[in-house]
């Protein structure tokens, strides 16, 4: 059975830093993508970024480009999203998400955690 | 970045109604295009991808269509297990985007 867990939301003020995780199991974690996936409350979903199997391809939406970075590490089956220089506006519940397919970044997800909510204020 | 838009933003519907949910997108995705059921507290459930394959596990009674800019998610007997919100998604290009919901409540 595929799990995401993901952990590390908290509150934070503004311009503040933190770092989500995703822990995989139950898949072949090194040979998918992944994204990150967020949901404001009250609003719909917004994809945040997303990693190729390797690690080595990134794409992000503009809103968080230069303040977000997602990075994984296969050996430990992890997902990580470093957000920093946040804004109230990136207040959300954060979903890991796996891609459908193995190796390309697809952009269909068949797998998602729980999500970990990041409230940004002061 | 490409817009979708989904219609209506509320169904009020009954068990054993046909419903019809509709997305567009602002311009032409082909087929790259994935439907979700996402109730409240949870996460999204993937029901379609590619416009018409239906996910493993998914009852029969969802069914996808539509390619280009036109796309229709049809339920063909709802069930009270149907009552949701249901997000579109495209992937033919970045950014990844989602329509603004449609939720199905009871009549």
């Known amino acids: ?122 | 970045d490409i817009q979708m838009t989904q219609s209506p933003s509320t169904l009020s519907a009954s068990i054993g109604d046909r419903v019809t949910i509709i997305c567009r997108a602002s311009q032409s995705i082909s087929d790259w295009l994935a439907w979700y059921q996402q109730k409240p507290g949870k996460a999204p459930r993937l029901l379609i991808h590619r416009a018409s394959t239906l996910q493993s596990g998914v009852p029969s009674r969802f069914s996808g269509s539509g390619s280009g800019t036109e796309f229709t998610l049809t339920i063909s007997s709802l069930q009270p297990d149907d009552f949701a919100t249901y997000y579109c998604q495209q992937c033919k290009s970045y950014s990844w985007t989602f329509g603004q919901g449609t939720k199905v409540e009871i009549k």
Request: charge should be positive; include cysteine; proline fraction near 2%.
């Open chain 1, 1 to 122: 059975e595929v799990q995401l867990l993901e952990s590390g939301g908290r509150l934070v003020r503004p311009g503040g830093s933190v770092r989500l995780s995703c822990v995989a199991s139950g898949f072949s974690f090194s040979t998918n993508a992944m994204s990150w996936v967020r949901q404001a409350p009250g609003k719909g979903l917004e994809w945040v970024a997303a990693i190729n199997a390797g690690g080595g391809t990134t794409q992000y939406i503009d809103s968080v480009k230069g303040r977000f970075t997602l990075s994984r590490d296969n050996s430990k089956n992890t997902l990580y999203l470093q957000m920093s220089s946040l804004r109230a506006e990136d207040t959300a519940v954060y979903y890991c998400a796996k891609d459908i397919l193995e190796w390309t970044l697809r952009g269909f997800f068949d797998s998602w955690g729980q999500g970990t909510l990041v409230t940004v204020s002061s």
